[in-house]
């Protein structure tokens, strides 16, 4: 839509792309669209790929990164959905 058209063409002005990040940081999950630029190492993915970027103690300032293709619409929905019925369960202690 027109807004995320617009934040694309804003990071595009920065020689920046758009990327879905979830960080974990002391017990605390977060998700969000940022602006990458070349030096973080979201920027390069492409198409189907995933990628996690391991910060940590010993993985500072350049990160452990795995990255490769992800499963497909269909499987990653299935396990998608399969987390969140999960993390629901351990909510309401079903």
Not at 19 to 29: L, T
Not at 58 to 80: D, N, S
Request: hydrophobic letters at 40%; one cysteine or more.
């Amino acid at each position: 839509d027109d807004y995320f058209k617009q934040l694309s063409l804003e990071a595009a002005k920065e020689d920046k792309v758009l990327r879905y990040v979830g960080e974990i940081d002391n017990g605390h999950c977060k998700v969000r669209i940022a602006a990458v630029d070349p030096n973080d190492p979201m920027f390069k993915i492409k198409d189907g790929e995933n990628a996690l970027a391991f910060y940590s103690r010993y993985y500072q300032p350049i990160p452990l990164v795995l990255r490769g293709y992800g499963a497909g619409t269909e499987v990653t929905a299935a396990g998608v959905f399969a987390d969140l019925m999960r993390t629901l369960g351990w909510k309401l202690g079903v």
